[in-house]
């Protein structure tokens, strides 16, 4: 199955793909994951889009579909994938397609979550990351049993500088400017398909779950 989970900053994409990633044992593909663990490496890619996610503005389109052109040759993406922050501009949306075209592939569905302002403020501002395995917490939300540690690893948990509220304004403000008309586009295609990511992380997954299982299984082999 070949997803995009598409959605404003804070609405709980990520969280989701990673429990929809293992269900359907196909990978989940983060370019926010991605580019932040080229910073993290320093690697050239890392250098070019380091001062664009620390203001909130998207990374240059080339270098982001580039990237996601790569990963997408992997072996594992045979039986499908999700795309998790990709694209996010008309373009991006535009390159996908043609990518998909040349291995004669298409998108099954376009899942949006469709959040609040002040929901995804809310779940950016409390949102703490595992700097050893990258898990995701939450202060209120989804609280680690020891504060400040993480339960699977053990690492220590830290805040996202782009979590940080002027950076959650704009990469708010970016959303609507940039990335919300891909809706129109995808509604467009008939692949649209739209869950309440102001819900709890369980009753979302139910909502996931729910669509899933209407479709053919078979669509998909
Ligand atoms: P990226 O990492 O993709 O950030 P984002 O899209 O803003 O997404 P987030 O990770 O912030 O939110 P999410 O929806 O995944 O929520 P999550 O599940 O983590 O991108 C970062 C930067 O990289 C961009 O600003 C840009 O610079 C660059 N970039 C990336 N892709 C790019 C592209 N294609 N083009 C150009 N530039 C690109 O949940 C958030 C919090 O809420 C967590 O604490 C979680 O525990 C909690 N939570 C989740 N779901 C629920 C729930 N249902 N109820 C309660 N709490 C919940």
Not at 7 to 24: D, L
Not at 168 to 188: A, F, G, H, M, P
């Amino acid at each position: 199955m070949r997803l995009i989970f598409l959605g404003p900053p804070g609405a709980g994409k990520g969280t989701q793909a990673k429990v929809v990633s293992e269900r359907f044992n196909i990978p989940h593909i983060s370019t926010g994951d991605i580019l932040r663990e080229a910073v993290r490496t320093n690697s050239p890619v890392g250098w070019q889009a380091k001062s664009y996610m620390e203001k909130g503005e998207l990374v240059p389109d080339e270098i982001v579909t580039k990237i996601v052109v790569e990963r997408l040759k992997m072996p594992d993406t045979s039986n499908g994938f999700i795309l998790d922050g990709f694209p996010r501009t008309k373009q991006q949306a535009v390159s996908l397609d043609e990518e998909l075209k040349k291995i004669k592939k298409a998108l099954d569905y376009v899942i949006y979550f469709k959040t609040s302002p002040q929901m995804s403020i809310a779940r950016l501002s409390g949102r703490r990351v595992c700097r050893s395995c990258g898990a995701n917490y939450h202060l209120v939300n989804i609280k680690p049993k020891k504060e400040g540690v993480c339960d699977l690893c053990g690492g220590e948990l830290y805040q996202r500088e782009d979590d940080k509220e002027k950076t959650v304004e704009n990469r708010l403000k970016v959303y609507q400017l940039q990335t919300r008309d891909l809706i129109d586009y995808y509604k467009s295609k008939g692949i649209l398909e739209t869950v309440s990511g102001d819900l709890n992380v369980e009753e979302v997954f139910d909502e996931l779950s729910k669509f899933f299982k209407n479709i053919d299984a078979h669509r998909f082999k």
